[in-house]
């Protein structure tokens, strides 16, 4: 928070030393325009935590839908008879970890780039402050939330309410599921996403400010950024393979006449 906040006194300084005078350099909270900022910032982090969670399960749906098909394939690995194959399912984490992070690493720099040049300063003051607000607040809710789903189901399993395979653990497991992509991926991701909109805004204001009289460049670079934006996200919600997915049925076995 305190990096954070830091950060943001520096756009102050930045826009001052871009020759933006004074009593211009305050952001008014009540023009539309900047409101405008404020919402879309705002928005911002729940998009990234949105991506984030979602990524973790895709991915666990690729590594389930892998162990489904190694157990179908190999069944002497439950009598440890077989081998499984260990590298099959490091190669999709790795994989995935590395493509997952296209579309929110994509949002973090694109997002305020598209803002500044679209508006104006004003506006991309107010979409790094509406960022910071809820960024910081939304990072302890999912950090605090899911830290207390994780809890609860060791808390369950240690022999509480009924222990292991019991109802509550069952429910337990299942919060779990959510928790973890809360508390590991997204919460604390959200403070590096504030710390990179805050340096691309300070990075690109002179040039935002260069650029507010002429509507071409300003129109063109943040169209292009939103298009790339755009297809990020369409990329990010193809189909894949899922926990919920149907298990293949196997060969039917030949009947000796």
């Not at 779990?176 to 805004?201: Q, R, Y």
């Not at 934006?229 to 997915?245: N, P, Q, V």
Request: charged share 20%; with cysteine; net charge negative.
């Amino acid at each position: 928070m305190l990096a954070a906040t830091s950060l943001f006194g520096s756009f102050r300084r930045a826009l001052l030393d871009a020759g933006v005078a004074l009593e211009n350099v305050d952001i008014p909270i009540e023009q539309p325009i900047v409101m405008v900022g404020l919402l879309i910032g705002g928005s911002v982090a729940f998009m990234f935590s949105a991506q984030a969670i979602r990524a973790v399960g895709r991915a666990a749906g690729r590594v389930v839908f892998e162990v489904r098909k190694q157990f179908r394939e190999h069944p002497g690995i439950m009598d440890y008879t077989e081998r499984p194959d260990y590298g099959a399912v490091v190669d999709i984490c790795t994989r995935d970890s590395l493509r997952e992070l296209l579309t929110p690493g994509l949002l973090a720099v694109l997002a305020p780039i598209a803002t500044g040049f679209l508006f104006e300063s004003a506006t991309l003051g107010a979409y790094l402050a509406g960022a910071i607000l809820t960024g910081q607040l939304l990072a302890v809710m999912l950090s605090v939330s899911g830290g207390a789903w994780d809890n609860a189901k060791k808390y369950v399993e240690d022999g509480h309410h009924g222990g292991k395979n019991s109802e509550p653990h069952k429910a337990t497991v299942i919060g779990d599921t959510v928790g973890d992509p809360f508390k590991d991926t997204a919460g604390p991701a959200l403070n590096p996403l504030i710390k990179v909109m805050n340096l691309v805004s300070l990075l690109l204001l002179p040039a935002i400010i260069n650029t507010q009289d002429d509507d071409a460049i300003r129109f063109t670079v943040a169209g292009v950024s939103l298009i790339v934006l755009l297809g990020a996200i369409a990329f990010s919600k193809r189909g894949g393979a899922g926990m919920t997915d149907d298990i293949p049925a196997a060969d039917p076995e030949p009947v000796n006449a």
